[in-house]
């Protein structure tokens, strides 16, 4: 039982332009929520959080999105660039004594081209 | 300041060998994890560690023995090793204080472990 979920495995997009990766979950108990970025043979980097007190979350060029009646969040890269090509995952998480451990989406692949 | 180191980065094994995959931080993270990477699965929690002495089990842990002697070390045994553990499998540490999920984890590079 999935209950991260990024359905769509890649995502191809022009530099310059807005990159927006989609992340859907199940458990309504999940209260923080983040995504990280993966480069080939290195171990996930976080990238930014939000938690389900708020709707947004901007950090530079990266903002998340959470709806918490659709359960659903997306990240936003903008504007991209080719250096942001890698693998996102969204996680999540249940706070109090859980100590936050990770859920994890199948991730995403994005491409930039330049 | 290394952050979480893990070695090896790679291993061959053959099936029913034994090894210990090596976990280390340098951060005096009190909550240290392992987690395994497969193809369209995303990563998916083995163990989880709140301090030293104390362990507990994550989404899958059949098939894999930790234990926490000190902060500093999580290591993650396989006994018997089955084709099905082929996987990447990385390490994480974070701040812990309860009730606090607002810290990231910090993750290694991973280990690369084929079983044949």
């Known amino acids: 039982d999935q209950q991260v979920k990024q359905n769509s495995p890649s995502l191809s997009v022009q530099e310059g332009r807005i990159s927006i990766l989609n992340c859907d979950y199940t458990?309504?108990?999940?209260?923080?929520f983040l995504w990280y970025k993966k480069y080939p043979a290195e171990g996930p980097t976080f990238l930014i959080s939000?938690?389900?007190?708020?709707d947004k979350n901007e950090d530079g060029r990266f903002t998340v999105f959470l709806n918490k009646s659709a359960k659903h969040l997306s990240l936003h890269i903008v504007p991209s660039q080719p250096g942001d090509s890698a693998v996102y995952f969204c996680?999540?998480?249940?706070?109090?004594?859980?100590?936050?451990?990770?859920?994890f989406g199948q991730g995403t692949i994005l491409t930039v081209h330049p | 300041n290394a952050g979480v180191t893990q070695t090896p980065k790679f291993q061959v094994l053959k099936t029913g060998q034994s090894m210990t995959l090596q976990c280390a931080q340098d951060?005096?993270?009190?909550?240290m994890s392992w987690y395994r990477q497969d193809p369209g699965m995303g990563l998916r929690l083995i163990h989880y560690?709140?301090?030293?002495?104390?362990?507990d089990q994550g989404e899958v842990p059949n098939g894999y023995n930790v234990s926490r002697s000190t902060t500093e070390d999580f290591p993650l045994r396989l006994l018997s090793a089955a084709p099905s553990q082929t996987s990447v499998y990385f390490c994480?540490?974070?701040?812990?204080?309860?009730?606090?999920?607002?810290?990231?984890?910090?993750f290694g590079d991973g280990t690369r472990l084929s079983i044949l």
């Open positions: 994480a540490s974070r701040r812990l204080r309860t009730g606090d999920s607002n810290q990231p984890q910090h």
């Open positions: 458990n309504s108990m999940f209260d923080y």
């Open positions: 939000i938690s389900s007190i708020k």
């Open positions: 996680a999540a998480s249940v706070g109090g004594t859980s100590y936050g451990k990770l859920t």
């Open positions: 951060m005096n993270h009190e909550y």
């Open positions: 560690s709140v301090g030293a002495g104390i362990t």
